[in-house]
């Protein structure tokens, strides 16, 4: 059984930052990609960014590119999320994700992902 846990998310002012973590342990593969997704109220969940750790490719949503940067350790099957200069549309529950297994397009389709995390809450106050 794999299990993702996320941590960082909060309340805070737009034009802050926060850093949200995600754990996970049981059986991952060091080679598959992992990635953010968000979730508002109301909406349908939307890629925020994931990262091919062989390659050290990572992909970004154009809404939060040059505010958010993806980083992690695969060996420790760790994913972190810097996020700078916060808007209110970046209001949601975020959600950490992983593939189970290698491939080669690193993907931004939620579908495509088999293991998430329970989510942390994103508040972003004008």
């Known amino acids: 059984q794999v299990q993702l846990v996320e941590s960082g998310g909060g309340l805070v002012q737009a034009g802050g930052s926060l850093r949200l973590s995600c754990a996970a342990s049981?059986?991952?593969?060091?080679?598959?990609?992992m990635g953010w997704f968000r979730q508002a109220p109301g909406k349908v969940r939307e890629f925020v960014a994931a990262?091919?750790?062989?390659?050290?490719?990572?992909r970004y949503a154009d809404s939060v590119k040059g505010r958010f940067t993806i980083s992690g350790d695969s060996a420790k099957n760790t994913v972190n999320l810097q996020m700078n200069d916060l808007k209110p549309e970046d209001t949601a529950i975020y959600y950490c994700?992983?593939?189970?297994?290698?491939?080669?397009?690193?993907?931004?389709?939620?579908?495509?992902?088999?293991?998430w995390g329970q989510g942390t809450q994103v508040t972003v106050s004008s």
């Open positions: 049981g059986r991952t593969s060091s080679n598959a990609d």
């Open positions: 994700a992983a593939r189970s297994r290698f491939t080669i397009v690193l993907s931004a389709t939620a579908s495509q992902y088999d293991y």
């Open positions: 990262i091919k750790w062989s390659a050290g490719i990572t």
